[in-house]
């Protein structure tokens, strides 16, 4: 049974909301200011298309229009880039599929494990951190979608004020439920290009049963991943943010597979599971191989090893913001150079600093380090408050010159 089967419609056609507006998209949209829409081939996105061109249609907006898809590599949905040329091609409207430059999701994420244990290597992390994004560390969403449309959008209007629609809902969680109508995208903002412009969310009051709706009488494409594997969501094929039915669906179309295994290795040399406690490599193991498996339940036991490391420092000797805070003493030094020998023995590292007076050296560099980065940062914003103060005193020393 598929998502649609799942959903019997409860309204009648017609009955579909409106987008939501603001007086600052009202305002954009009378000025024919370019729209941009962005596309991954899920449900939401697809009834963002309609509803956005519907409206520009119905106020009468001649400026440019287009759909933009962030391509993130091999962990995409075989149908996401073919759902979104049906989009394009049922509108009348230009498909733009943008890429970051370096590889897709998983090349980030296996070069951040690489970066990540250069860090650790050389002290500049106290705590080995994983590959993965999170929740609370979305940079999937910043690095390979927003970044990499903004940097398109900037490019291709020059001298505009842009139209960046997102197809989130309220209803979807508790954090979008907290999202604005409109609000300013500062990756839009290009002072040598003139740009500047606002995320809009268009559809953001919307609920479930409209989306579907939407699709149904309107005709709109349904990707694969709803109506052949019944997922409640379309992102990557496996997202740090799907449930494990999600996961588990997802692992049983053949064409996500190599993927699957692939992301099972980097669990298996990071010791960090995938998806907070879940490991990937146990949503499918009758995927992996013989070998895969008997690794997997290495890579568990090196990650409890290193938990129970790391869970020695104390809390003052944590790195925050990416810099430790005070000193430690002699005997933190050697704590932390007994927990770190162990951390790199149980992953495989090789690293430097595994000595107290090295270690001790080499936190006395970084919050040396540090303290010179905030002075200079520091003495930039008086700067920058002293040029704003100059400004104005000499606006009212002329001001009170007209008045006299």
């Not at 987008?19 to 963002?48: H, Q, R, W």
């Not at 999937?140 to 629609?165: D, M, N, Y």
Request: net charge negative.
């Amino acid at each position: 049974m598929s998502q649609l089967d799942l959903f019997t419609p409860a309204l009648t056609d017609g009955e579909l909301p409106p987008v939501a507006l603001t007086p600052e998209i009202e305002s954009l949209l009378a000025k024919n200011a370019p729209v941009a829409i962005g596309v991954s081939g899920g449900k939401d996105s697809g009834a963002a298309v309609w509803a956005v061109v519907n409206h520009l249609n119905q106020i009468g907006h001649t400026g440019p229009r287009l759909l933009i898809h962030a391509d993130l590599g091999r962990i995409e949905w075989a149908d996401s880039l073919p759902i979104c040329q049906q989009l394009a091609d049922l509108f009348g409207l230009e498909l733009v599929v943008v890429r970051r430059p370096a590889g897709g999701m998983v090349e980030r994420w296996m070069s951040r494990w690489d970066g990540n244990c250069t860090r650790y290597a050389d002290l500049a992390c106290v705590k080995l951190i994983m590959p993965w994004s999170s929740p609370a560390n979305r940079f999937c969403t910043s690095e390979l979608k927003t970044a990499i449309i903004s940097r398109e959008l900037t490019r291709r209007f020059p001298g505009q004020r842009i139209v960046s629609v997102s197809g989130i809902r309220r209803q979807e969680s508790s954090k979008r439920a907290q999202k604005p109508i409109c609000s300013e995208q500062a990756r839009l903002t290009v002072k040598t290009l003139g740009t500047s412009g606002v995320d809009w969310n268009a559809i953001i009051e919307w609920k479930l049963d409209h989306v579907w709706n939407c699709h149904k009488w309107h005709n709109l494409p349904i990707h694969e991943a709803y109506s052949t594997y019944n997922m409640t969501r379309v992102s990557c094929c496996f997202c740090i943010m799907s449930s494990l039915p999600d996961l588990l669906r997802s692992a049983g179309c053949e064409a996500n597979q190599d993927v699957y295994r692939e992301l099972v290795d980097l669990e298996i040399a990071s010791t960090y599971a995938f998806h907070e406690d879940t490991w990937l490599g146990d949503v499918a193991p009758h995927l992996l191989t013989d070998e895969q498996r008997t690794a997997l339940s290495g890579a568990k036991y090196a990650a409890r090893r290193r938990e129970l490391a790391e869970s020695r420092i104390p809390e003052h000797l944590l790195f925050t913001e990416g810099w430790p805070t005070r000193m430690p003493t002699y005997d933190e030094a050697v704590l932390l150079a007994e927990v770190r020998q162990e951390v790199a023995d149980t992953v495989g590292l090789t690293i430097g600093f595994t000595d107290p007076a090295s270690i001790l050296q080499r936190y006395a560099e970084l919050m040396a380090e540090r303290a010179e980065k905030q002075f200079l940062a520091d003495w930039t914003e008086a700067k920058r408050e002293l040029k704003a103060l100059n400004k104005r005193l000499k606006e009212a020393y002329e001001e009170a010159n007209q008045t006299v």
